[in-house]
Nanobody
Framework: QVQLVESGGGLAQAGGSLRLSCAVSGRTLDIYDLGWFRQAPGKEYEFVAARSWSGRSTYYSDSNKGRFTISRDYATNTVYLEMNRLKPEDTAVYYC??????????????????WGQGTQVTVSS
């Protein structure tokens, strides 16, 4: 089992920044990729970013590329999502998720085996 706990959400103004954290524990050696997804009210889950657990690869959705950065602190097994130049449309609940098997794409929500509880991000205009 892998446990994921997000933190760092809150209220930000458009153009501002927030950093989300995902504390990862348990059978971390089983993890292949760690991803961030978000769900806005009334909308489907949306892929945000992902990183191979080894750190060799990072992936971003087109709408977030250049504004968001995913990184990992290897000492604490914490994965961060640094979000800059925030927009009101970034308002959503953000979830980190881990998957333990290799798949062709990192963007498929159902491929992820373990999920955190989510953290709310609200961006005001």
């Amino acid at each position: 089992q892998v446990q994921l706990v997000e933190s760092g959400g809150g209220l930000a103004q458009a153009g501002g920044s927030l950093r989300l954290s995902c504390a990862v524990s348990g059978r971390t050696l089983d993890i292949y990729d760690l991803g961030w997804f978000r769900q806005a009210p009334g909308k489907e889950y949306e892929f945000v970013a992902a990183r191979s657990w080894s750190g060799r690869s990072t992936y971003y959705s087109d709408s977030n590329k250049g504004r968001f950065t995913i990184s990992r602190d290897y000492a604490t097994n914490t994965v961060y999502l640094e979000m800059n130049r925030l927009k009101p449309e970034d308002t959503a609940v953000y979830y980190c998720a881990a998957r333990t098997t290799i798949r062709e794409s990192v963007m498929v929500r159902s491929d992820y085996d373990f999920w955190g509880q989510g953290t709310q991000v609200t961006v005001s205009s």
